[in-house]
């Protein structure tokens, strides 16, 4: 199968430009000006952005989380991603405490072979790292999972001590892998949380309220700490706050190798939401909480300054029925984590609309950073000849409301959208991965197909 993208305008992370773009096959075959090629399909691309594929490097697709389990699965959260223009993920396979890491990844691709519509990656949740199982972090980097997420937070859940964190550190810098860091001090949030239970503060709102952003900057702080001694590349997750980010600067101004994501709750959502009546603020709890407003104006300016390094969307969608609502009684028992896979391109594109950065740090933050960052690039998060044909041809005029009712917008699994009422100008128009077209004006038009990415290590390229 041959495809003509032709008259769009191509911007990647670097250029910007009008050309036609050959795909024949998986790849990219040629890009230039009026290319005479026999194509089997033609897409019309005048007046559109042609632009790599969307990277969300932080998803929890059919994750078991707070005695539930998340609400897409492999096959609605991939599907629901390309209908954003998101061609590819990382999503978090995880070990069972005293288990071995091997059968958590074993677990994770037996939950999306075969479902998913996009390719995908695994990052391992490492929850216990004992001397004796050190070398399976040398498997997993062979098998191509080569970052891992560990967490300062969830006592008694996911939370790891300071001694598993610099042993896994260690280990992951000498294997030439990154770490992921969930960075709270979750031990002093437990006894915040205990405080606030014992004089009844039960309602959504004191989610936030048992959260300070101090807690956060505090968990960033140690974890560039640890991993500057340990000598890894480290990656902030889901970064949600000023105080947080403050942190991350300190740390690259001592030549740190350290960068961090944010994600779009925090850049258009604020702590004012867990305010909604009848139970409602249940929906935006999700760890770390939605901050006070004006910490929208720092993260916006980190992503332009480059202090933030790309966007995620720690997409982890429970519906508000049966599943937040298990917290009725006690914020505590709220399942955490939103949806959003579908909604971060054109979100991100709000940026460039409000002059927050250009569109090529627009692409660089919805793709090639990730690609970039966690072992895919060059054959993802660029539009250039050799490279997977992972293209969407965007549309930036096209105005949007998204809405749990808007079929245009919402294909997740999940009964309400953190953005309802959003209105958006700049959405897909045709979204393809390795040169299947995936969506087309609305329309679903390929179903599964989607390929585990074996990744490089840091700092290598995936050819
Ligand atoms: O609330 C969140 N973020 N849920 C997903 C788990 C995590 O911490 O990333
Ligand atoms: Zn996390
Ligand atoms: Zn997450």
């Known amino acids: 199968m041959s495809i003509l993208i032709q008259g769009g305008r191509v911007v990647t992370a670097a250029d910007d430009y009008f050309a036609d773009v050959f795909i024949e096959g998986e790849k990219v075959h040629s890009i230039g000006k009026d290319l005479k090629v026999n194509a089997d399909r033609v897409i019309d691309a005048r007046g559109k952005l042609v632009i790599p594929g969307g990277i969300d490097p932080h998803t929890h697709l059919d994750m078991p989380f707070g005695g539930t389990t998340s609400a897409d699965d492999f096959e609605s959260g991939t599907i629901a991603a390309a209908f954003g223009g998101t061609t590819s993920l990382v999503d978090f396979a995880i070990q069972s405490r005293g288990e071995s890491t091997l059968k958590g990844l074993d677990t994770w691709h037996a939950k999306a072979e075969g479902k998913a519509s996009i390719d995908y990656a695994f990052h391992m949740i490492i929850t216990d790292m004992p001397d004796e199982r050190l070398p399976e972090m040398q498997k997993l980097a062979d098998a191509g999972v080569t970052s891992y997420k560990l967490f300062m937070a969830y006592p008694g859940v996911l939370y790891v001590d300071d001694g598993t964190l610099y042993r896994t550190f260690r280990q992951a810098g000498e294997n030439k892998t990154r770490i992921c860091m969930h960075a709270e ?215 949007v409301t998204i809405s749990v009712n808007n079929p245009e917008t919402h294909h997740m699994k999940v009964d309400y959208s953190s953005y309802e009422g959003f209105e958006v100008t700049g959405y897909p128009d045709t979204v393809l991965s390795r040169g299947r077209v995936i969506v087309s004006k609305g329309k679903q038009e390929t179903r599964g197909g989607g390929r585990f990415v074996k990744r490089a290590l840091s700092g290598e390229l995936l050819r």
């Not at 004012?272 to 999700?286: D, L, T």
């Not at 966007?311 to 939103?338: M, W, Y």
């Not at 002059?355 to 690609?371: K, M, P, Q």
């Not at 072992?375 to 293209?391: H, L, Q, Y």
């Open 185 to 399: 001090n979750g031990i002093v949030i437990d006894e915040i949380i205990k405080a606030a239970v014992k004089d009844g503060k039960l309602e959504p709102k004191y989610h936030a309220a048992t959260r300070p952003t101090r807690m956060e900057a505090e968990g960033v702080h140690r974890a560039i700490a640890i991993a500057e001694v340990a000598g890894v590349p480290l990656h902030i997750v889901h970064l949600s706050c000023a105080d947080a980010l403050e942190q991350v600067k300190l740390g690259r101004m001592r030549g740190v190798d350290v960068q961090a994501e944010t994600c779009p709750q925090y850049l258009f959502l604020d702590e004012s939401f867990y305010e909604k009546p009848n139970f409602e603020g249940a929906k935006w709890v999700m760890t770390p909480a939605l901050r006070e407003k004006w910490n929208q104006d720092v993260l916006w300016q980190g992503l332009r300054l480059g202090h933030l390094a790309l966007v995620a969307t720690d997409h982890c969608p429970f519906c508000f029925k049966g599943q937040k609502e298990l917290g009725r009684e006690s914020f505590t028992k709220i399942p955490n984590g939103a949806p959003g896979v579908e909604n971060r391109m054109t979100l991100l594109y709000q940026g460039v609309q409000k002059g927050h950065y250009d569109l090529n740090r627009f692409v660089e933050i919805s793709s090639t950073a990730a690609a970039r960052t966690f072992g895919m690039f060059p054959r993802k998060g660029t539009v250039a000849v050799g490279s997977d044909a992972d293209i969407v041809v965007f549309d930036p005029d096209k105005r």
